[in-house]
């Protein structure tokens, strides 16, 4: 499985963007995927999950109310909607897909919110 994400960018406090991350390959086993990021000096953590089944998502406190994560299982494609966008929200953006003994991971994408 191969993970791209694209859609990140400079941005103002405030603002939105939309993230994405197109899967390739033998994406059949994938049940779950998730939206990680990781500021500066700082560990990379979970945000928000969406299972490719029937949909559950979870979000972390710190995104709950702003971003809302989704995916187009036909066109193997997962989003996050980032809106009302906080300097604080400044990272690297991987995505990461689960399987049953594995997971893969994207090269990431960096989002900028500037005061």
């Known amino acids: 499985v191969q993970l791209v994400e694209s859609g990140g960018g400079l941005v103002q406090a405030g603002g939105s963007l939309r993230l994405s991350c197109a899967a390739s390959g033998s994406t059949f086993r994938i049940s779950a995927m998730n939206w990680y990021r990781q500021a500066p000096g700082k560990q990379r953590g979970l945000i928000a999950s969406?299972?490719?089944?029937?949909?559950?998502?979870n979000y972390a406190d710190s995104v709950k109310g702003r971003f809302t994560i989704s995916r187009d299982n036909a066109k193997n494609t997962m989003y996050l909607q980032m809106n009302s966008l906080k300097p604080e929200d400044t990272a690297v953006y991987y995505c990461?897909?689960?399987?049953?003994?594995?997971?893969?991971w994207g090269k990431g994408t960096l989002v900028t919110v500037s005061s």
């Open positions: 990461n897909a689960e399987e049953r003994h594995r997971d893969y």
């Open positions: 969406i299972t490719t089944g029937g949909g559950s998502t």
